[in-house]
């Protein structure tokens, strides 16, 4: 069986990216000037960012579990620009994340515990689908992965 972990990521990121851009998902306002944390300098190049924001929480979520706010926010952290000081970590923007999650609940794709988020069965079946679908289109470019479907 196929499995998330056995696809390279930027290409299920991108697959799963374009279902929730079809699924007519409405940006909210923010999303056009709102940068990532407080360790950047301006917001995103990228005018479809939300979608594959979306899509690379879900597969944070398919490969480490139950994950909170603070948590994935660290996961899309970086580091701080301190002058002649080293770099020191920084989180990313709890507010994104949190929006994020209540859109994907709200999709019905995740669901809210007592110490965190994880996939339901809808967001684990469409990621799993997803990983399935981009495996056959390796598998037409390079017919030695046809051991791994």
Do not use: C
């Not at 995103?44 to 398919?62: C, I, V």
């Amino acid at each position: 069986m196929v499995d998330v972990k056995k696809v390279p990521a930027d290409l299920l990121i991108n697959d799963v990216a374009s279902k929730l851009k079809s699924m007519n998902i409405e940006q909210p306002e923010w999303v056009s000037y709102l940068k990532d944390g407080m360790g950047k300098q301006k917001s995103w190049d990228q005018e479809d960012w939300y979608y594959t924001r979306l899509a690379s929480m879900m597969r944070k979520l398919y490969l480490y579990g139950n994950l909170g706010i603070m948590h994935m926010s660290e996961e899309y952290g970086g580091k701080v620009d301190r002058g002649t000081k080293r770099y020191h970590p920084a989180a990313g923007s709890r507010y994104i994340v949190r929006q994020l999650f209540k859109k994907l609940e709200e999709l019905g794709l995740v669901k809210k515990e007592k110490t965190g988020r994880v996939l339901s069965p809808q967001g684990r079946s469409m990621l799993d689908k997803s990983a399935a679908e981009v495996l056959k289109k390796l598998v037409e470019k390079n017919k030695e992965l046809e051991k791994y479907l």
